[in-house]
């Protein structure tokens, strides 16, 4: 009977040590596993009414909306592109670490175009704006996390919330008047997140492919990055709102949902990175630093149907 | 006597007024200004015995190197390059928003140049190891600030510091094998900070000039930016140690001492930016958003004398 009462002890510890083992496993997963193991479900596929295609010499650079946080602005930026008046514009500042920037140099001659859009720098905190928070805290914010695929930050006590300049963010340049902003003129940011600029500009949305495009353009030597004379800046084939391509020209994305939790095993898996490489894992991680993928769009048929 | 004692009061207000008011102003002064009014011994120049020259096609990338924190692969590294051993390498990795990086592709036919050194991811927190503390906090450890005019988290309890992986930090690539950094693969920060590598790798110093002509490098199409067989690397002209080039051929460059009076004022003017641009002033700021600013050497005679 001893053996039978050992066997069984020694039975039930390794059961125990197995499923311990497969939690830890699972929990321990790198971000490329967590990707693999992903469901269509975890994607959401652009919405071709607030997706935009900045189509430069070299490529596309696409850039996904947040209407929730700037709907003046992204409408006017899409009245703007409807009516193809960002072609053959110049990418006119590269300011090192910093931002890409295109806009009109003869905005001010276009009525429309240089017609200011009422600030939108942070919208109210409404009860059920989808939000998952990072649980590391934030220099800047009281909090912060990612509401439907962009990096926001909120203040409970003023009942606001705000999109966070993290890399790869788009936003409105405007003049020293805040409500000088008219969408005529956008910047993304190519370098460490100049949070700073929170709340004091519209983030409108995020660029989900292409970055490399503008990041290795040649640095402007003029002042705040500004193209000098004898530099050639890039030009603008056009910027189009996706529904206006024809389906054919299109760049099937989707980008991975952040109120999933295969999303919440993602800021894990960088929270603590289990990387063989990974000597120290450092058990936090700052919201620019957690990668809010995209994909070529999976279909569930030989077509991508919209 | 009603006249006169009115007069007291308001004449008492208006000192009063200008006083604040000249407070305020010394109180918001912008980084701009503080640098116009900074004293020359508000900067110190670079030390020619540990500064890195990285000459390029382009121009001349400059190291700062830190020997306080990493002084094994710092002497490794002034060995190589006075071997000339770094000459004529590719920089084969070019990574968008992380890292570009050079290193020897038949290093491992060299023992010299493969040798690893012991590690040097942090160093004991002395009693004197100078530390300007930022007041806003870190996502990633319980303090961090600035060190000789590096950016520098310590942990007290665990009595370590070390160096942040800010924009521009340089350190010494390496297998997964923690221990197997050898000084011969460098890499320098083009991207938003990646501090989930702090402690997991050495860092050896910082790029003071120069940093535009890496993060403008075309991106690599291999895994982690490797540069693909169709791609043209840049070919590295030499890396040399500042005291063993001519004079005649040195830039001349200080940087902002970072234990001064003017060095905290200019982090206050980042915590709270008053340039008639800002709408609303964050009151924080992240420890890699306060630039440690290098200027051409002012020498107080015709010519620069070491």
Same mark, same amino acid.
């Given at each position: 009977?001893?053996?039978?009462?050992?066997?069984?002890?020694?039975?039930?510890?390794?059961?125990?040590?197995?499923?311990?083992?497969?939690?830890?496993?699972?929990?321990?997963?790198?971000?490329?596993?967590? @990707? *693999?193991?992903?469901?269509?479900?975890?994607?959401?596929?652009?919405?071709?009414?607030?997706?935009?295609?900045?189509?430069?010499?070299?490529?596309?650079?696409?850039?996904?909306?947040?209407?929730?946080?700037? =709907?003046?602005?992204?409408?006017?930026?899409?009245?703007?592109?409807?009516?193809?008046?960002?072609?053959? @514009?110049?990418?006119?500042?590269?300011?090192?670490? +910093?931002?890409?920037?295109?806009?009109?140099?003869?905005?001010?001659?276009?009525?429309?175009?240089?017609?200011?859009?009422? /600030?939108?720098?942070?919208? /109210?905190?409404?009860?059920?704006?989808?939000?998952?928070?990072?649980?590391?805290?934030?220099?800047?914010?009281?909090?912060?996390?990612?509401?439907?695929?962009? =990096?926001?930050?909120?203040?409970?006590?003023?009942?606001?919330?705000?999109? *966070?300049?993290? +890399?790869?963010?788009?936003?409105?340049?405007?003049?020293?008047?805040p409500t000088s902003g008219?969408?005529? %003129?956008? +910047?993304?940011?190519?370098?460490?997140?100049?949070?700073?600029?929170?709340?004091?500009? *519209?983030?409108?949305?995020?660029?989900?492919?292409?970055?490399?495009l503008l990041t290795s353009? /040649?640095?402007?030597?003029?002042?705040?990055?500004? +193209? *000098?004379?004898?530099?050639? /800046?890039?030009?603008?084939?056009?910027?189009?709102?996706?529904? $206006?391509?024809?389906?054919?020209?299109?760049?099937?994305? %989707?980008?991975?949902?952040?109120?999933?939790?295969?999303?919440?095993?993602?800021?894990?898996?960088?929270?603590?990175?289990?990387?063989?490489?990974?000597?120290?894992?450092?058990?936090?991680? $700052?919201?620019?630093?957690?990668?809010?993928?995209?994909?070529?769009?999976?279909?569930?048929? =030989?077509?991508?149907?919209?």
């Open positions: 009977m001893t053996l039978r009462k050992d066997c069984r002890k020694i039975m039930l510890g390794c059961a125990l040590a197995l499923v311990a083992q497969t939690a830890m496993a699972s929990k321990y997963l790198a971000m490329g596993d967590i @990707l *693999a193991s992903s469901k269509n479900t975890d994607w959401r596929v652009l919405d071709p009414e607030t997706t935009l295609y900045v189509d430069l010499p070299g490529g596309r650079v696409i850039i996904d909306m947040a209407p929730r946080f700037a =709907p003046l602005h992204i409408a006017k930026i899409k009245a703007l592109a409807r009516k193809r008046y960002f072609h053959g @514009l110049p990418i006119n500042r590269v300011q090192d670490n +910093y931002v890409v920037q295109w806009s009109d140099p003869r905005a001010s001659s276009d009525a429309v175009a240089s017609k200011a859009v009422a /600030p939108e720098f942070d919208v /109210p905190l409404i009860r059920d704006m989808p939000f998952a928070r990072l649980p590391d805290g934030d220099v800047y914010a009281p909090e912060v996390g990612f509401s439907e695929g962009f =990096p926001m930050a909120r203040d409970r006590k003023l009942k606001r919330a705000w999109l *966070a300049h993290c +890399y790869a963010m788009v936003g409105v340049g405007r003049d020293n008047d008219s969408g005529q %003129e956008l +910047y993304v940011v190519i370098g460490h997140a100049p949070r700073h600029l929170d709340r004091n500009v *519209a983030l409108v949305g995020r660029v989900v492919q292409g970055m490399e353009l /040649p640095r402007g030597t003029d002042a705040m990055g500004g +193209y *000098a004379e004898n530099q050639k /800046p890039l030009i603008i084939k056009s910027v189009m709102v996706e529904a $206006d391509v024809p389906l054919a020209e299109r760049t099937q994305l %989707e980008i991975i949902r952040t109120d999933t939790p295969t999303f919440a095993a993602l800021v894990e898996s960088r929270r603590n990175r289990h990387e063989e490489w990974f000597f120290s894992p450092t058990g936090h991680v $700052d919201l620019c630093n957690v990668p809010i993928v995209a994909r070529p769009r999976v279909c569930p048929k =030989p077509n991508c149907p919209r």
